[in-house]
């Protein structure tokens, strides 16, 4: 799977759009925010199976709970669309990341030093390296 030839700008213009946009189950939540990246960059919606599925938490949990959990619900998604898991090392901006966010694991967007994730009030930002478990998605 290829990213779009501009997708630099995409990303820079994709995280802006969203920095001040609050948390939302089933419309901005970290699996919608990454699919809804990699949907923009490449035309292929690794989210549509269960996109509009859901707009609350337990929903959101009961589809988690019959892939076993965000990281295997993501591991499904992103092979069946083309990704490779790659190392820390070799992942760069706009690949996926999943990590422990405190209250589960979660999925953002690598953008370099930091990755971008779903916030209550808006994005926050995270050091890439921060977490010593973290998976890495390139496409």
Known sequence: MSRADNWRT?????IEARRK?????????????????VALVTSNDPAKAFRQSYSSAIGAHGIYSEFGGVPA?????????GFERVSKEQASAGDL?????????CVGIVLGLNSAFVGEDGLRFARTDEDP???FWKF
């Open 10 to 14: 995409l990303l820079a213009d994709f």
């Open 21 to 37: 946009r609050a948390f939302e189950w089933g419309s901005h939540d970290c699996c919608l925010f990454a699919a809804d990246w």
């Open 73 to 81: 619900l993501v591991r499904h998604c992103l092979r069946d669309a």
């Open 97 to 105: 990341i999943v990590r422990e966010s405190g209250q589960g694991k």
């Open 133 to 135: 478990e973290a998976t």
